[in-house]
């Protein structure tokens, strides 16, 4: 086996797993796999976002998923490649109704962790290129009707004289990505954007915001941001191009609309939604409903004895407008992940007294490391010259099972934390309370398992690390009072503002005010991986709750999650739309209970 | 020599000129050319863009031009390759300022064609990839300012505290591409367009009007077309297109702005441009002025007796709403280049009774020909996937010197008469009065001759060849009665329609209007070669009058043509805008007289 080189080993291991699957044989396919393997499929086999953790249960999912799909054409691209004891390799198959694209790692010769993904359905192929529409109908047409009038026409007709097959609730980032992938695919779209504008989701922020992912993780799908675009972006550009990115992608973008309820009806398989759009009532009736209303929910404001008879400005930092007019003012900021210290930072350029409040751990890594070792690999200009595409980067990501990330990102954490001792020790001194995770597993992982709860430095810790920003740690708010905050160690503080960065429900908590109590409580919990840790809950679940795929009620989906999920992620829902407005079977596997509520 | 691979010929051949260029040697160098050579420079030498044909003529560009700018680090870049007996390849090189890139062809050792091209200039690169912005400072600034403040504070006080280097008078894709180039450079710019919004000059035209170049062709600088983006743009399409791409491009567009005068101030080395913006009277003092308004000029109406008396519609193709409310009405359209054929086609399309009047022959080439035989092998799926870049292809265009173009083209044409043999029976057949062009050489090269006169068939030649447009051939309208037109033979028509589908006058022809004759006269015919031919007048230029480069008024330019040449040639207009902007000396070689008033 050692003569044999990667690509030799890997297209025998494929040629072997086709065969296997060919003949039914799910014991000698599950034979392939070590006892720690993982296969992840992105909808090709399971209809589903699931990994099968062991071979027991990979054994489980090639019986019951993959062989019913009927697999065939199982290739490497490109070469195979070897590093330290892993031998990896790009793969493409098909299925009875679509072609895939997925990756391997093999230890051993047996498969370590194996990704499929759905690319296309047959038939339905998305037109680009070669096969993209030809624009004006050669030949003359009497009657024809021109690209501006056919444009017209679906906006004065979807929703009125036609039902829509998707509601997409939301129209930020993830709607209009997920929309846009909709659209390629036919499917007739309409998303409801509460704001004025696309874009106003950000607009309306505070005004020092910017992206703290850079440039090459944000592309949105089909059109990627120019060579020149800055790596990370300001709010009032991204949101700028989300407006152009609507309407050259044609999306049916309803502003200033906002949800009002929603309920499925059964009998009918429909969605009755009700909306408020430019203030006029209308009932929308899709097959589909999809609440991409951010992965981060209804904002989380706690209530706090005598907020009501504060004199100053009091708001969560979602309703923060920025520090002007603050010059001077005595701030205090409740919290201390990314909004609290963005907003300090700014209030204290802009020469306000700032205090951060500060009541549990946070997670700090420096923007420059992170970019280095973090994005460096995959997302950077470097790793653009090295050949690696953002497919590459997005798919290279998702093959790695959640499961496995703790013991990836540890060592590199405790690496970061070496490398930026000095500010971690400052930071310390000032009194701040640092955490890696419960497991020291990282910036990544913290994500993936709360939404929160860290800060990508970009210069405020340099102020908090030498008191510019002052700090009041291991504390909570005990109440307010007319101009003044007090504390549960019973010191107070002045204030003439109070910014409460104090983070979002459950994107549930959408689902709750908007269709029922009991729909939320059927679906249960959004986001989170069943890690058993503080904020996330086992048991183990294996992908992230409920996001991008089949939930407990009927034709509800949730589509959220930064600029790489919505723009990698949107592709799976689309095409599981796709398929149900095709009448295309999707039968699908892995749809486990719920065990939580929120 | 046989026995050199093309690799070896080409990088010898760099190696012999460059020597003989550092040790100024220009007779060495010129020994490097045949006696039948081109040279065409665009900025990097000679400040211009210019063509030197013959030995003579390349010798003394060399001695002139060539050696002041001190030239070194000629290189062949990637592999050169033979065909034919021509060996070409790409090359780089340095000048003492500039970077730049080209193409050489050698024949028999000896250059037959070289390009140079003006990449970019030392010191003053584009930020890009590894350069690109970072967006965020990281880190803290007391009183920074936002992305969003300082686009406001652009929007505030250009034209207004301080003045723009360059304006651009229009802001079609000409103008609006050539902005995104000096936005690129750091060049402050406005663009004045008469119209609202970016695109309205597209949006204005009749309805079924869409580009007839394929999307290959026409991407703007910078920022493609998606892959899925119609071969054939629609002109609401490309107009959207064009708004967005103005907003994310930051450009300072000015809607709703007309030109009235401009003047030179030649004391002071700057223009005096009176503008009306929103109905409110404005001066704009720039250092250069850039007419943007079309490689069509003014419109070209004709003044035909009893015009005024005609009960009907009556316009020029230009102020054309399109056919909605002509069914079952008569029209009438004088005229048989495009405009008119789709106009027509339009209108037939609508149920009109439509007859063209063609008095003068046309060229006529189909859609799908053009597609596979002209543009295929340089803009199409095809090409991309023969590694054909965009920018590629625009050079390997470029590096064909005009005065060789009929002699590669009328074979071509010689088969698509051939090909297409049927359809120009048919039209011949229905009085059609077809022509090649006066030396059979094709629609490109009519195109840089007279910028009109030509067809490219998306349907409407059909309607002629039998008979659903009526044809009314080798005539010219007489008079105009009430609700007639009458014509040189004595025959009339009834007409409740009549465009005037009769083309557009020079540039020039705006130069007249807003600064003024004298210096319209002293600046001369705009477009056109010299080819001594019916539409364009010898002597032989070798270039395109006036466009891209100076002119015989300090610090006025010229800019137009189709999207290619917006896309190409808006890099060699920016960069001599920038350098004069910079303070670095720009030595004009080969500004040559002034031979056409217009």
Request: hydrophobic residues 40%; neutral net charge.
């Given at each position: 086996?050692?003569?044999?080189?990667?690509?030799?080993?890997?297209?025998?291991?494929?040629?072997?797993?086709?065969?296997?699957?060919?003949?039914?044989?799910?014991?000698?396919?599950?034979?392939?796999?070590?006892?720690?393997?993982?296969?992840?499929?992105?909808?090709a086999?399971?209809?589903?976002?699931?990994?099968?953790?062991?071979?027991?249960?990979?054994?489980?999912?090639?019986?019951?998923?993959?062989?019913?799909?009927?697999?065939?054409?199982?290739q490497?691209e490109?070469?195979?490649?070897?590093?330290?004891?892993?031998?990896?390799?790009?793969?493409?198959?098909?299925?009875?109704?679509?072609?895939?694209?997925?990756?391997?790692?093999?230890?051993?010769?047996?498969?370590?962790?194996?990704?499929?993904?759905?690319?296309?359905?047959?038939?339905?192929?998305?037109?680009r290129?070669?096969?993209?529409?030809?624009?004006?109908?050669?030949?003359?047409?009497?009657?024809?009707?021109?690209?501006?009038?056919q444009?017209?026409?679906?906006?004065?007709?979807?929703?009125?004289?036609?039902?829509?097959?998707?509601?997409i609730?939301?129209?930020?980032?993830?709607?209009?990505?997920?929309?846009?992938?909709?659209?390629?695919l036919?499917?007739?779209t309409?998303i409801?954007?509460k704001?004025?504008?696309?874009?106003?989701?950000?607009?309306?922020?505070y005004?020092?915001l910017?992206?703290?992912?850079?440039?090459?993780?944000?592309?949105?799908?089909?059109?990627?941001?120019?060579e020149?675009?800055?790596?990370f972006?300001?709010?009032?550009?991204?949101?700028?191009?989300?407006?152009?990115?609507?309407?050259?992608?044609?999306?049916?973008?309803?502003?200033?609309?906002?949800c009002?309820?929603?309920?499925?009806n059964?009998?009918?398989?429909?969605?009755?939604?009700?909306?408020?759009?430019?203030?006029?009532?209308?009932?929308?009736?899709?097959?589909?409903?999809?609440?991409?209303?951010?992965?981060?929910?209804?904002?989380?404001?706690?209530?706090?004895?005598?907020?009501?008879?504060?004199?100053?400005?009091l708001?969560?930092?979602?309703?923060?407008?920025?520090?002007?007019?603050?010059?001077g003012?005595?701030?205090?900021?409740?919290?201390?992940?990314?909004?609290?210290?963005?907003?300090?930072a700014?209030?204290?350029?802009e020469?306000?007294?700032?205090?951060?409040?500060?009541s549990s751990?946070?997670?700090?890594?420096?923007?420059?490391?992170?970019?280095?070792?973090?994005?460096?690999?995959?997302?950077?200009?470097?790793?653009?010259?090295?050949?690696?595409?953002t497919?590459?980067?997005?798919?290279?990501?998702?093959?790695?099972?959640?499961?496995?990330?703790?013991?990836?990102?540890?060592?590199?954490?405790?690496?970061?934390?070496?490398?930026?001792?000095?500010?971690?020790?400052?930071?310390?001194?000032?009194?701040?309370?640092?955490?890696?995770?419960e497991?020291?597993?990282?910036?990544?992982?913290?994500g993936?398992?709360?939404?929160?709860?860290?800060?990508i430095?970009?210069?405020?810790?340099?102020?908090?690390?030498?008191g510019?920003?002052?700090?009041?740690?291991?504390?909570?708010?005990?109440?307010?009072?007319?101009?003044?905050?007090?504390?549960?160690?019973?010191?107070?503080?002045?204030?003439?503002?109070?910014?409460?960065?104090?983070?979002?429900?459950?994107?549930?908590?959408?689902?709750?005010?908007?269709?029922?109590?009991?729909?939320?409580?059927?679906?249960?919990?959004?986001?989170?991986?069943?890690?058993?840790?503080r904020?996330?809950?086992g048991?183990?679940?294996?992908?992230?709750?409920?996001?991008?795929?089949p939930?407990?009620?009927?034709?509800?989906?949730?589509?959220?999650?930064?600029?790489?999920?919505a723009?990698?992620?949107?592709?799976?829902?689309?095409?599981?739309?796709k398929?149900?407005?095709e009448?295309?079977?999707?039968?699908?596997?892995?749809?486990?209970?719920?065990?939580h509520?929120?």
């Amino acid at each position: 086996m050692s003569e044999k080189t990667p690509t030799q080993q890997v297209s025998e291991w494929l040629a072997a797993l086709g065969a296997a699957l060919e003949r039914g044989d799910a014991e000698g396919a599950a034979a392939l796999f070590g006892d720690d393997s993982y296969w992840r499929d992105l909808v090709a086999f399971t209809w589903n976002i699931t990994t099968a953790e062991g071979n027991a249960r990979v054994r489980q999912m090639i019986e019951q998923a993959v062989i019913p799909m009927k697999p065939s054409g199982w290739q490497l691209e490109g070469e195979a490649c070897e590093a330290g004891g892993v031998t990896e390799g790009w793969i493409r198959f098909e299925t009875d109704v679509a072609r895939g694209y997925g990756h391997v790692r093999l230890i051993d010769g047996k498969a370590w962790t194996l990704l499929t993904t759905m690319t296309e359905l047959k038939g339905y192929e998305e037109r680009r290129g070669p096969t993209r529409d030809r624009g004006v109908e050669h030949g003359v047409h009497p009657g024809r009707k021109t690209w501006l009038e056919q444009r017209r026409q679906e906006e004065a007709e979807l929703g009125f004289l036609t039902q829509p097959y998707v509601v997409i609730v939301g129209g930020g980032q993830g709607g209009i990505a997920l929309g846009a992938r909709l659209r390629r695919l036919n499917v007739p779209t309409i998303i409801l954007e509460k704001n004025a504008r696309p874009g106003d989701n950000w607009r309306k922020r505070y005004k020092s915001l910017c992206l703290h992912d850079p440039v090459w993780y944000d592309h949105l799908p089909y059109l990627p941001f120019p060579e020149h675009w800055p790596v990370f972006c300001p709010k009032d550009k991204i949101a700028d191009w989300l407006e152009m990115y609507t309407k050259v992608m044609e999306l049916n973008f309803w502003g200033s609309t906002e949800c009002k309820r929603a309920h499925y009806n059964n009998a009918k398989q429909e969605w009755v939604v009700e909306v408020v759009r430019h203030g006029k009532r209308m009932t929308l009736r899709p097959k589909q409903l999809v609440i991409a209303t951010g992965s981060l929910g209804v904002p989380n404001m706690p209530s706090v004895p005598g907020m009501e008879r504060f004199t100053g400005d009091l708001h969560h930092s979602s309703q923060h407008p920025g520090p002007d007019g603050y010059q001077g003012k005595r701030a205090v900021v409740i919290g201390s992940s990314t909004s609290a210290h963005d907003i300090c930072a700014a209030l204290w350029e802009e020469g306000a007294d700032v205090t951060m409040v500060q009541s549990s751990a946070t997670l700090v890594v420096r923007s420059d490391t992170l970019m280095e070792r973090v994005f460096g690999p995959l997302y950077s200009e470097a790793a653009l010259k090295a050949g690696i595409t953002t497919e590459r980067a997005d798919l290279t990501i998702a093959s790695r099972p959640y499961r496995t990330l703790p013991a990836l990102q540890i060592p590199l954490y405790a690496e970061i934390k070496r490398r930026d001792a000095d500010l971690y020790a400052r930071l310390e001194k000032a009194g701040f309370q640092l955490t890696f995770g419960e497991d020291e597993s990282g910036l990544g992982v913290m994500g993936l398992r709360r939404g929160g709860g860290f800060y990508i430095d970009v210069g405020a810790s340099d102020l908090i690390a030498d008191g510019r920003i002052k700090l009041k740690s291991r504390v909570r708010v005990e109440r307010i009072e007319e101009r003044s905050i007090v504390f549960t160690d019973g010191s107070a503080l002045p204030a003439d503002l109070i910014v409460f960065a104090t983070g979002y429900g459950s994107m549930n908590g959408w689902v709750a005010q908007l269709i029922s109590q009991e729909v939320a409580d059927k679906v249960g919990k959004c986001w989170g991986l069943g890690s058993d840790t503080r904020y996330d809950p086992g048991p183990w679940e294996g992908e992230l709750r409920n996001l991008w795929k089949p939930t407990h009620q009927e034709a509800l989906w949730f589509h959220g999650g930064n600029l790489y999920m919505a723009r990698l992620y949107s592709l799976f829902l689309a095409l599981q739309l796709k398929a149900r407005m095709e009448g295309i079977p999707t039968p699908v596997y892995g749809l486990g209970p719920v065990h939580h509520m929120a």
